[in-house]
T-cell receptor, first 116, second 112 residues
Framework: AQKVTQAQTEISVVEKEDVTLDCVYE???????LFWYKQPPSGELVFLIRRNSFDEQNEISGRYSWNFQKSTSSFNFTITASQVVDSAVYFCALSEATFTGNQFYFGTGTSLTVIP | DSGVTQTPKHLITATGQRVTLRCSPRSGDLSVYWYQQSLDQGLQFLIQ???????AKGNILERFSAQQFPDLHSELNLSSLELGDSALYFCASNRGLQETQYFGPGTRLLVL
């Protein structure tokens, strides 16, 4: 079973529209971390946000906001007033601790295209 | 710039060959992770090292091996290469367990 599910494979929006990228995760750990990364066409993976399992406060950073709901195991990402530069693949990730290390599980990504 | 460096940026080789990918973590980071990103498989975790020791293993093939050296740089060795090994290989580093991973620019491997 997938630990992190990003059901939206591809999304297209027109510039200035708001868009929400969904992320659903699965874990039995009480302590875990959730992340969002952006992969623009150039290929690098850019860190956007990290959230621990004890902090359900929503976060806003400029046009980006994140909604973490443990009750539904979701960590959704909203871009407000989208811009062409937001076009990228966005990955949600889960980190669980093991006895000796930790594993990161990535979703399959959502490809966002913002049309000018 | 994440501070993580990877060399080479591109690599073209033939089936059956062996290659070595190199990663230098951010200054102060003790942990190194390797990932494979292919078109049909998404981003797959391969292996994690922490201060020279293997700490976690993901979907790493037996033909692949890695190590982290005393200066904390890491190498991923891919042998008996197959066409399906063509992918983007990322290295990431962080300071401690469950801390944010910062990714290098990746090595694009093409096996012909």
């Amino acid at each position: 079973a997938q630990k992190v599910t990003q059901a939206q494979t591809e999304i297209s929006v027109v510039e200035k529209e708001d868009v929400t990228l969904d992320c659903v995760y699965e874990t039995r750990d009480t302590t875990y971390y959730l992340f969002w990364y952006k992969q623009p066409p150039s290929g690098e993976l850019v860190f956007l946000i990290r959230r621990n399992s004890f902090d359900e406060q929503n976060e806003i950073s400029g046009r980006y906001s994140w909604n973490f709901q443990k009750s539904t195991s979701s960590f959704n990402f909203t871009i407000t007033a989208s811009q062409v530069v937001d076009s990228a693949v966005y990955f949600c990730a889960l980190s669980e601790a093991t006895f000796t290390g930790n594993q990161f599980y990535f979703g399959t990504g959502t490809s966002l295209t913002v049309i000018p | 710039d994440s501070g993580v460096t990877q060399t080479p940026k591109h690599l073209i080789t033939a089936t059956g060959q062996r290659v070595t990918l190199r990663c230098s973590p951010r200054s102060g980071d003790l942990s190194v992770y390797w990932y494979q990103q292919s078109l049909d498989q998404g981003l797959q975790f391969l292996i994690q090292y922490y201060n020279g020791e293997e700490r976690a293993k993901g979907n790493i093939l037996e033909r692949f091996s890695a190590q982290q050296f005393p200066d904390l740089h890491s190498e991923l060795n891919l042998s008996s290469l197959e066409l399906g090994d063509s992918a983007l290989y990322f290295c990431a580093s962080n300071r401690g367990l469950q801390e944010t991973q910062y990714f290098g620019p990746g090595t694009r491997l093409l096996v012909l």
